[in-house]
Nanobody, 119 residues
């Protein structure tokens, strides 16, 4: 089992920055990938950024160059640094972890944190 707790969301003006945090606990050693997803009203949930255990990352085209995903292994925490925020970034952001075992792969989700970009 993996538990994920997000923090850092809030209201920010366009062009501003926020840093989201996701603290993982439980069977953390079996996690091979983590990511940030977001879901805006009336839209489907989409992958924003992901990082694999080997360190490789990927980003949605809409956030590439503005967002950065990073890890602090000592704190079992994944971050999403969001710069140059735009109103269209407004969404609930969810932390995701994929745990791979001999029996298969499992997805875990945080409770979500609201990000609102508005003047």
């Amino acid at each position: 089992q993996v538990q994920l707790v997000e923090s850092g969301g809030g209201l920010v003006q366009p062009g501003g920055s926020l840093r989201l945090s996701c603290a993982a606990s439980g069977s953390i050693f079996s996690i091979y990938a983590m990511g940030w997803y977001r879901q805006a009203p009336g839209k489907q949930r989409e992958l924003v950024a992901g990082v694999r255990s080997g360190g490789s990352t990927n980003y949605a085209d809409s956030v590439k160059g503005r967002f950065t995903i990073s890890r602090d292994n000592a704190k079992n925490t994944v971050y999403l640094q969001m710069n140059s925020l735009k109103p269209e970034d407004t969404a609930i952001y969810y932390c995701n972890a994929v745990r791979k075992t001999k029996g298969g792969e499992y997805d875990y989700w945080g409770q979500g944190t609201q990000v609102t970009v508005s003047s």
